[in-house]
């Protein structure tokens, strides 16, 4: 079974600039979570989509912002781009089964912000 | 506010030792439990999960849960260099978010 992937793997925007990550989850999750890491704050949980739908949110500013397909692939989209936000963004997908639930993540995208 | 505590570290050990890491976390309603291997530069890879009090064995790692004094810990027996790496520590409260909380990680060192 193919694991998650995540696409594109580096970019490189300025100050002001948008830009969209994509997300495509292990067949058959239905849940996808996403985490900024940066080496000074860990892993930092941005938000979880299931369903088509906004489950659980992080405490970002609104910059940040995502959607799921009916496929379960999702995206972020950050606006507005600041220097603060050049870190790794990190996609998870799980089954969504409860307390066992277990998530898998994808390769990451490396995001530079000059 | 849930918390995960791990040691930063680097938390250095010869090849062929034991490698103890600890994480103690905040939310007596914790459920389940995970340790995750991230390699430098790379995602956090699943080793292992555990959801009871007591020890969880696979090959050379080792999970261990107290759920009593709100600690979980991971064993890695005869350790490598290749297991020179952050490792996280995640906790899921299970309180319905099913979103888990985690650590900031620490770093081992495996020397030969």
């Known amino acids: 079974k193919a694991g998650v992937t995540q696409t594109p793997r580096y970019l490189i925007k300025t100050r002001g600039q948008q830009v969209t990550l994509s997300c495509s989850p292990i067949s058959g999750h239905r849940s996808v979570s996403w985490y900024q890491q940066t080496p000074g704050q860990g892993l930092q949980f941005l938000f979880e989509y299931f369903s088509e739908t906004q489950r659980n949110k992080g405490n970002f500013p609104g910059r940040f912002s995502g959607r799921q397909f009916s496929n379960s692939r999702s995206e972020m989209n950050v606006s507005t781009l600041e220097l603060g936000d050049s870190a790794l963004y990190l996609c998870a997908s799980s089954l969504s089964q409860g307390y066992t639930d277990t998530q898998y993540f994808g390769p990451g995208t490396r995001l530079t912000v000059l | 506010q849930k918390e995960v505590e791990q040691n930063s570290g680097p938390l250095s050990v010869p090849e062929g030792a034991i490698a103890s890491l600890n994480c103690t976390y905040s939310?007596?309603?914790?459920?389940?439990f995970f340790w995750y291997r991230q390699y430098s530069g790379k995602s956090p890879e699943l080793i292992m999960f555990?959801?009871?009090?007591g020890d969880k064995e696979d090959g050379r790692f080792t999970a261990q849960l107290n759920k009593a004094s709100q600690y979980v810990s991971l064993l890695i027996r005869d350790s490598q260099p290749s297991d020179s790496a952050t490792y996280l520590c995640a906790v899921n409260d299970g309180g319905g978010s099913y979103i888990p909380t985690f650590g900031r990680g620490t770093s081992l060192i495996v020397h030969p």
């Open positions: 939310d007596r309603g914790s459920q389940s």
């Open positions: 555990i959801y009871s009090n």
